[in-house]
């Protein structure tokens, strides 16, 4: 029997913005395990430089700005809306997620600033659980150490992770960063000691008796229901500036990667099986409803033509952003950059376009 190749263990970076996820992947990037670094993959299609030398970078599928531009959304709609057509190849990543096995231990995916726009969305959704049914995954929460010296900030950043823990059922990391402006031996202190935590809210001005505050009532009594959180969270501080902390993080994802094969992958093996059967069961009532009623292959002919409804598809994806003059930019205009995907490739984007094309643009292009 054919051994089977060793597959990454996937980090999925997610925090509020501002936490420095980017920069904390930035310094991961340098990590050498097993002779190479990294594989490293960006989610943020927004962003307008990457730090790190990213093996798959979503600007290079779905161009943001023409997003925007011709579904007429602001910048989150945008990004959630790029994140949308990026998934439907998602599988495609995962193939290449699961090759990179071979050469690197660890794969990196740094999500966008927004940590609602992935944590709360379909695309994160489908990101997230299709990692997990493929390879070791473990979620990473960056906080800042700075901004969270105020307990009720702390208590707001604490169940936010606890949420998220929830909601993606992964071995789960908090990262305390920053330790190089403000050490993180306060927050440590305040998950193992309620005590320490009261004394601190007293000290806020959200103490208890009459001039307790609602919020400070709240945040001690979230304090006393996240104490079995607490017991079992890992938890380390980290400098993405120096570097400082790197070293016990990854011995952090080794013991979480551990605790996924132990605890989780029967669990999301078991789902993906599910699933995929689902799906064969759909394919199946598909091709039925073919034999059955001649009409549904008329339709399935019109969705050619209707994924043509007054744009240009090849403008919203396969396209870099940085590769456009832009009025704002100065210098001069870039070459495009070449791209080996087939036409079939591109097949789950025109799908997912039809049935988001506005009403309006109904004229088809000659």
Same mark, same amino acid.
């Given at each position: ?10 980090? &999925? ?11 904390? $992947? ?5 990590? &050498? ?11 943020? #299609?927004?962003? !307008? ?6 093996? @798959? ?23 959630? $809306? ?27 995916? %740094? ?13 994160? $959704? ?9 390879? #070791? ?16 900030? /702390? ?8 949420? &998220? ?27 193992? %000691?309620?005590?320490? /935590?009261?004394?601190?809210?007293? *000290? ?14 709240? $945040?001690?009594?979230?304090?006393? *229901? ?43 093996? !078991?789902?993906? *099986? ?19 009623? #001649? ?40 070459? #495009? ?7 079939? %490739? ?6 997912? @376009? ?13």
């Amino acid at each position: 029997m054919e051994e089977e190749s060793p597959k990454p263990v996937c980090l &999925i970076i997610l925090g509020m913005a501002g936490a420095g996820k980017t920069s904390f $992947t930035r310094r991961l990037a340098g990590k &050498i395990t097993n002779g190479s670094k990294p594989y490293l993959i960006n989610l943020d #299609p927004a962003c !307008r430089e990457v730090p790190y030398p990213a093996n @798959i970078d979503i600007r290079d599928t779905v161009n943001y700005k023409e997003v925007m531009k011709q579904y007429g959304l602001g910048p989150n709609g945008g990004i959630v $809306t790029a994140l949308n057509l990026f998934s439907t190849k998602f599988g495609q990543v995962v193939d290449l997620i699961e090759k990179a096995g071979k050469k690197h231990k660890y794969c990196i995916i %740094d999500t966008p600033g927004q940590i609602e726009v992935f944590t709360w969305s379909a695309s994160g $959704t489908i990101v997230t659980e299709t990692l997990a049914a493929s390879c #070791p995954t473990v979620v990473v929460y960056v906080m800042d150490t700075v901004r969270s010296v105020s307990p009720v900030t /702390f208590m707001s950043n604490m169940l936010y992770a606890c949420s &998220i823990l929830y909601k993606t059922r992964l071995p789960f990391i908090v990262v305390m960063n920053k330790t190089d402006v403000v050490d993180n031996s306060y927050a440590v202190e305040w998950m193992r %000691d309620f005590e320490a /935590f009261q004394e601190a809210l007293d *000290a806020d001005g959200d103490g208890e008796g009459e001039g307790a505050t609602y919020v400070g009532n709240l $945040t001690r009594s979230m304090a006393l *229901a996240l104490d079995t959180f607490y017991a079992d969270l890992k938890s380390c501080g980290v400098s993405a500036h120096t570097g400082q902390g790197i070293d016990e993080f990854f011995k952090l994802v080794d013991d979480a990667a551990e605790e996924y094969e132990k605890d989780y992958k029967a669990d999301w093996l !078991r789902m993906r *099986a599910e699933k995929l059967e689902e799906q064969r069961r759909k394919e199946e009532e598909l091709k039925k409803g073919d034999k059955s009623d #001649p009409d549904t292959v008329i339709d399935k002919k019109k969705l050619i033509d209707e994924v043509a409804c007054g744009r240009e598809l090849s403008d919203m994806y396969l396209k870099h952003p940085a590769n456009e003059s832009s009025s704002d930019d100065e210098g001069e205009e870039t070459a #495009p950059q070449e791209t080996d995907d087939k036409p079939e %490739d591109v097949a789950a984007f025109q799908e997912f @376009i039809r049935k988001h094309v506005k009403p309006n643009n109904t004229e088809h292009k000659t």
